[in-house]
Nanobody, 124 residues
Framework: QVQLAESGGGLVQAGGSLRLSCAAS????????MAWFRQAPGKEREFVAA????????SYADSVKGRFTISRDNAKNTVYLQMNSLKPEDTAVYYC?????????????????WGQGTQVTVSS
């Protein structure tokens, strides 16, 4: 079993930046894809960004393209989400997820492991 642990959330003003981290508990863990999703109050959980664990190809939701960057450090079993030019509509709980069988999927049901989430609040 693998556990994913997010960190780095918090309160930031519009236009500011935050960097989220997600660490996998098992050193030998090699997923196919790692991703970030987010869920705002009263809304469905939505795809934000994904990265291939091997090769580093990435995919982004249109709403964050050009502002957010996903990256990974295989040696540390960690994936990051650098968020710049934050907007109030980015406010949500951000979840890290891992898929062992799908390439850069945007579908929640393609992901096998999930973290507990970290709150990001952007004030106007």
């Amino acid at each position: 079993q693998v556990q994913l642990a997010e960190s780095g959330g918090g309160l930031v003003q519009a236009g500011g930046s935050l960097r989220l981290s997600c660490a996998a508990s098992r050193r030998s863990f090699s997923p196919y894809t790692m991703a970030w999703f987010r869920q705002a109050p009263g809304k469905e959980r939505e795809f934000v960004a994904a990265i291939m664990w091997s090769g580093g190809s990435t995919s982004y939701a249109d709403s964050v393209k050009g502002r957010f960057t996903i990256s990974r450090d295989n040696a540390k079993n960690t994936v990051y989400l650098q968020m710049n030019s934050l907007k109030p509509e980015d406010t949500a709980v951000y979840y890290c997820a891992a898929s062992i069988g799908y390439e850069l999927s945007r579908y929640r049901h393609h992901y096998d492991y999930w973290g507990q989430g970290t709150q990001v609040t952007v004030s106007s």
